[in-house]
């Protein structure tokens, strides 16, 4: 058996703007959190700012578990661009979902704040980024969010 081991890469951070309600649908509740431009990206192997003109297309399913799925980009601090899809899902106790959607600052070791970002990374320096599978925790704010994000080796 091999174990698989993780290595990290970076911390994101960043502003979210209002979210943008859809409403209940058959399978939840759905709405959009746009990614605001000029959050961070900062790590042993890469640095940059998050773009702008992004969002988390998120469902809320009828279990109180919610579905991520954001779709973004990095622009490094040497100029490349790399797409971003991050899926994955946050949940936990009631109570401490209640307090989040009331933009208390929690403790994210309260919840369960786990995704699975996928890269597509241009011919270069972060080819690398295109030939590894990454998973990441995260931690929500009322006006922002923050991830780290680990390459599983």
């Given amino acids: 058996m091999i174990k698989p081991e993780l290595e990290f890469v970076y911390e994101a951070g ?5 979210p943008k309600p859809i409403g209940k649908t058959m399978d939840g509740t759905r709405r959009i959190i746009p ?8 790590g042993p192997k890469i640095s940059g700012k ?18 991520a799925d954001a779709l973004y980009a990095i622009e490094t601090d040497d100029g490349a661009i790399i797409q971003i ?31 699975v970002p996928e890269f597509i990374a241009p011919e270069g320096p972060y080819d690398w980024m295109n030939k590894s599978i990454f998973i990441c925790s995260g931690a929500r704010y009322e006006f922002g969010i923050k991830l780290w994000v680990w390459r599983v080796t």
């Avoid at 960043?14 to 209002?18: E, K, Q, V, W, Y």
């Avoid at 297309?57 to 579905?67: E, P």
């Avoid at 009331?102 to 369960?112: K, L």
């Fill in 85 to 115: 899809r991050n899926r994955g899902l946050r949940h936990g106790p009631p109570d401490v979902m209640a307090r989040l959607a009331a933009g208390e600052e929690v403790d994210p070791a309260e919840y369960y704040f786990r995704t």
């Fill in 50 to 67: 998050l773009m702008g003109s992004s969002a988390d297309w998120q469902l809320t399913r009828h279990d109180g578990v919610t579905v």
């Fill in 14 to 18: 960043g502003d979210l703007g209002a």
């Fill in 35 to 42: 990614i605001n431009e000029g959050g961070y990206v900062k």
